[in-house]
């Protein structure tokens, strides 16, 4: 099975929601990546996503692809991620600390290293999924069959304006769990969220069985609470990553400070 698959037959078990923060590898170091992927599973994350740096807007707010600048401004390269990751990864076993990790990353990124190298560096490194947020569903059926055959899960988005016969062609090709945006827009942290977020998520679970995460938005935690009825876990990128932004003023133990507190308090509203 799995280990995206594990954690959320563990959840169900214990009646609770998931967690899943976001950071962009490489800033401000991938030493410091390492360290926050450490923490964030000492902390109770469920899984968490890493984001592969690249040049180009998919979907990122400005506080994601300003993370992502100042990692590629710092020459970060795929490689010395994988090794991060892998370096983390070996930790989190030592500890018993069983954090499924799931890479974000832009298709290009997978074309250009070469699509197997990729999916074996994934494998090796301690990846149990990919969330591939350009790629489009006609074009993921190939790769969720790669990524399959290895065992790793393809997570796919679903948005508010995704077709409902489309929906269902990108949940034909899904598996870990469905990434539901919740906002039309790029991600980013916002006050409120909108009311037919809800009603997609009805409709979505007459769909699918698969566990319905929301991202986009989510940031506070009167936003778990509301979510917590609906949705089986919650997303959470610029307002983790946003605490990275002044680094080199606080330093890196202050800003892996202030992200635990924010994930405690996400993860107390969330199971409460």
């Not at 954090?99 to 974000?104: A, D, E």
């Not at 909108?194 to 566990?211: D, H, M, V, Y």
């Not at 917590?228 to 002044?246: K, M, P, Q, T, Y």
Request: proline content about 6%; some cysteine; hydrophobic content about 40%.
């Amino acid at each position: 099975m799995n280990p995206i698959d594990e954690a959320f037959a563990k959840l169900r078990d214990q009646k609770k929601k998931a967690f899943i923060p976001f950071i962009g590898a490489g800033d401000p170091d991938l030493a410091s990546t390492e360290k926050l992927i450490v923490e964030l599973a000492r902390q109770g994350a469920t899984i968490i996503e890493i984001g592969f740096p690249y040049s180009d807007p998919i979907a990122d707010g400005p506080v994601i692809q300003a993370s992502y600048t100042r990692a590629l401004s710092k020459g970060m390269k795929i490689d010395g991620l994988f090794t991060a990751v892998k370096n983390a990864k070996a930790i989190l076993d030592k500890e018993g600390l069983k954090t499924p990790l799931v890479g974000m990353v832009a298709a290009s990124i997978i074309h250009r290293f070469g699509r197997e190298k990729f999916i074996k560096a994934c494998l090796e490194s301690g990846f149990s999924g990919l969330i591939v947020p350009d790629l489009p569903a006609e074009e993921s059926i190939s790769l969720a069959k790669d990524l399959g055959e290895k065992s790793l899960a393809i997570i796919q988005l679903i948005t508010p304006n995704t077709p409902q016969d489309r929906a269902k062609m990108i949940l034909a090709n899904c598996t870990g769990f469905v990434y539901c945006v919740s906002v039309s827009g790029i991600t980013g942290e916002r006050d409120s969220l909108p009311e037919k977020l809800l009603e997609n998520l009805r409709w979505l679970k007459q769909q699918t069985k698969l566990p319905l995460c929301v991202g986009f938005g989510i940031s506070k935690p009167h936003h778990a609470t509301l979510l917590r009825d609906h949705a089986d876990g919650i997303i959470v990128g610029s307002a983790v990553v946003r605490h990275l932004e002044n680094v080199s003023s606080i330093g890196m133990d202050t800003a892996i400070k202030n992200i635990s507190s924010l994930s405690q308090s996400l993860l107390n509203a969330l199971n409460p």
